[in-house]
């Protein structure tokens, strides 16, 4: 990957596309205001690559805030909560940097087709669904066989470990100083509980994120996507899948985000790609 060289105009860019009023975090800033004040981005374009250079930043942008709102009736589940909201400055800066890596991650064709989630230009679930109902079709009016598998890793956004994270980085080549900025950060993402607009600021409610993505920028989904893409390589080089003409290429799994389906020919083969789904998601 090219070193990243961060200018007012990746700040501009970065900032037109976030929407205007989206809950800002510590900071209390939102975006409307960095796209009224374009004599900002000069700034932030310069601090911003000091900060990449240095590889680090101040703990205050890599710290959340976690609303203790629930969703619906059920308070005592806490996955019901409405997660964290991040500062903005911090969402501004990763937009720039996913933005750099998914260039990358395009021009070297690193990321497997099977999976639609964060495709820019995609049409979200409504490919892989045509791609399904296509595979139901051919099997029905020829009469073949077929064997799927419906996955969903449960708490996959909290799951992954922050080793996996950083060591996709390497695997992909991302540019060493953005590996070793976005490592530093990691090292200290937390989030902070607010109840009835109250910061409980004591230091026991200050919660590490030692497991999983910082969910609420641009980056961690994307991020999470190209942490499974290892396993779409080892499922396509299986040989294994449904091939739906003669000589024509195998579909061997379809991916939305921590949604996987998986297609073969036969039960053994569909076998197959279930260890090699197991033997990844056990190493990782």
Same mark, same amino acid.
């Given at each position: 990957?090219?070193?990243?060289?961060?200018?007012?105009?990746?700040?501009?860019?970065?900032?037109?596309?976030?929407?205007?009023?989206?809950?800002?975090?510590?900071?209390?800033?939102?975006?409307?205001?960095?796209?009224?004040?374009?004599?900002?981005?000069?700034?932030?374009?310069?601090?911003?690559?000091?900060?990449?250079?240095?590889?680090?930043?101040?703990?205050?942008?890599?710290?959340?805030?976690?609303?203790? #709102?629930?969703?619906?009736?059920?308070?005592? $589940?806490?996955?019901?909560?409405?997660?964290?909201?991040?500062?903005?400055?911090?969402?501004?800066?990763?937009?720039?940097?996913?933005?750099?890596?998914?260039?990358?991650?395009?021009?070297?064709?690193?990321?497997?087709?099977?999976?639609?989630?964060?495709?820019?230009?995609?049409?979200?679930?409504?490919?892989?669904?045509?791609?399904?109902?296509?595979?139901?079709?051919? #099997?029905?009016?020829?009469?073949?066989?077929?064997?799927?598998?419906?996955?969903?890793?449960?708490?996959?956004?909290?799951?992954?470990?922050?080793?996996?994270?950083?060591? #996709? *980085?390497?695997?992909?080549?991302?540019?060493?100083?953005?590996? $070793?900025?976005?490592?530093?950060?990691?090292?200290?993402?937390?989030?902070?509980?607010?109840?009835?607009?109250?910061?409980?600021?004591?230091?026991?409610?200050?919660?590490?994120?030692?497991?999983?993505?910082?969910?609420?920028?641009?980056?961690?989904?994307?991020?999470?996507?190209?942490? *499974?893409?290892?396993?779409?390589?080892? *499922?396509?080089?299986?040989?294994?899948?449904?091939?739906?003409?003669?000589?024509?290429?195998?579909?061997?799994?379809?991916?939305?985000?921590?949604?996987?389906?998986?297609?073969?020919?036969?039960?053994?083969?569909?076998?197959?790609?279930?260890?090699?789904?197991?033997?990844?998601?056990?190493?990782?």
């Amino acid at each position: 990957m090219d070193p990243v060289i961060i200018t007012p105009d990746d700040v501009a860019e970065a900032v037109r596309r976030a929407p205007n009023w989206k809950s800002p975090g510590l900071d209390g800033l939102h975006h409307y205001w960095l796209k009224g004040f374009m004599v900002c981005h000069a700034v932030l374009a310069r601090q911003f690559q000091e900060a990449l250079d240095q590889k680090s930043l101040p703990s205050l942008f890599t710290t959340g805030i976690t609303h203790l #709102v629930p969703k619906d009736r059920d308070s005592t $589940d806490p996955s019901k909560y409405r997660p964290t909201c991040l500062p903005t400055i911090y969402k501004t800066l990763t937009s720039i940097l996913s933005a750099r890596i998914i260039r990358h991650l395009n021009s070297n064709q690193l990321k497997s087709r099977a999976q639609n989630g964060c495709r820019g230009g995609g049409r979200g679930t409504k490919e892989p669904l045509l791609i399904d109902a296509v595979i139901g079709k051919v #099997v029905k009016r020829n009469r073949r066989n077929l064997s799927a598998a419906w996955i969903d890793y449960k708490k996959a956004f909290d799951s992954v470990p922050h080793t996996w994270f950083k060591r #996709v *980085l390497e695997l992909y080549k991302v540019d060493c100083t953005v590996r $070793d900025f976005l490592g530093q950060c990691m090292g200290q993402w937390s989030t902070i509980l607010c109840h009835l607009g109250e910061r409980m600021t004591a230091a026991e409610n200050h919660i590490r994120i030692r497991r999983g993505i910082f969910q609420g920028d641009c980056l961690s989904p994307i991020w999470f996507c190209f942490s *499974l893409n290892p396993l779409s390589t080892l *499922l396509e080089g299986s040989g294994r899948g449904f091939q739906l003409r003669r000589g024509g290429t195998k579909v061997t799994h379809l991916f939305y985000m921590d949604d996987l389906k998986l297609f073969a020919s036969s039960r053994s083969h569909l076998m197959e790609l279930l260890n090699i789904t197991c033997d990844f998601s056990n190493s990782i």
